[in-house]
């Protein structure tokens, strides 16, 4: 079945250097979402990208879908503390359920 | 304001008990979900429902059971058989299909077993 796996598993950066986790794919995607959970909380959905290359920015957020379609990164610029969560990924191969990635978990030290 | 509520928020079971976690939405959603969380994992999904009155097992549905008789509500009962229920539960929904711009999700339930 599809699998989609997120590097890295972790990640601790000073605040405001810069923080970007990839997502691969086993097979290509019709879109990929991004997911932010707060620690303690649940996801919450941040965006959707569809286009083969499609770039969006969301302030200090980039995403990027690939060529193949079959990976995305979420880049953030200068991250502050407000930061600190895990970031899913999730892929469809179609109009179905969506499969989550392993997630990255990122902390922000002052 | 339109949302998932999840209950109870927190719920302990003795063993070889059966429990069932409430989901329900006002979103005018079809699609329903049921995701299982261990403590730094990721998200596995357990149940899926499209549409009222059918559902689809998912990855890791042993040992889980759910129904879908109205659009509004996606119960999940968490049976004796489950092996290793201790987990942080997550129930979602969406439009279908090509309408899906996202999952909105309920804030959970952590079921612990004693």
């Not at chain 1, 969301?58 to 379609?69: D, P, S, V």
Request: with cysteine; proline share 4%; aromatic share 12%.
């Amino acid at each position: 079945g599809q699998q989609v796996m997120q590097i890295p598993q972790y990640q601790h950066v000073q605040e405001g250097e810069d923080f970007t986790t990839y997502c691969n794919s086993s097979t290509t995607l019709s879109n990929i979402q991004w997911y932010k959970q707060r620690p303690g909380g649940h996801p919450v959905f941040l965006i959707q990208l569809v286009k083969s290359g499609e770039v969006k920015k969301q302030k200090r957020l980039t995403f990027q879908f690939g060529e193949a379609k079959k990976n995305s990164s979420l880049h953030i610029t200068a991250t502050q503390t407000t930061d600190v969560g895990t970031y899913f990924c999730a892929g469809s191969g179609g109009y179905q359920k969506v499969t989550f990635g392993t997630g990255t978990k990122l902390q922000v030290i002052p | 304001d339109g949302g998932i509520t999840q209950s109870p928020k927190y719920l302990f079971r003795k063993e070889g008990q059966n429990v069932t976690l409430s989901c329900e939405q006002n979103l005018n959603h079809d699609a329903m979900y049921w995701y299982r969380q261990d403590p730094g994992q990721g998200l596995r999904l357990i149940y899926y429902s499209q549409i009222v009155n059918d559902f689809q097992k998912g990855d890791i549905a042993e040992g889980y059971s759910v129904s879908r008789e109205k659009k509004e509500s996606f119960p999940l009962t968490v049976t004796s058989a489950q092996k290793n229920p201790t987990a942080f539960y997550l129930c979602a929904s969406s439009l279908p299909g090509q309408f899906n711009y996202g999952y909105t999700f309920g804030s959970g339930t952590r079921l612990t077993v004693v």
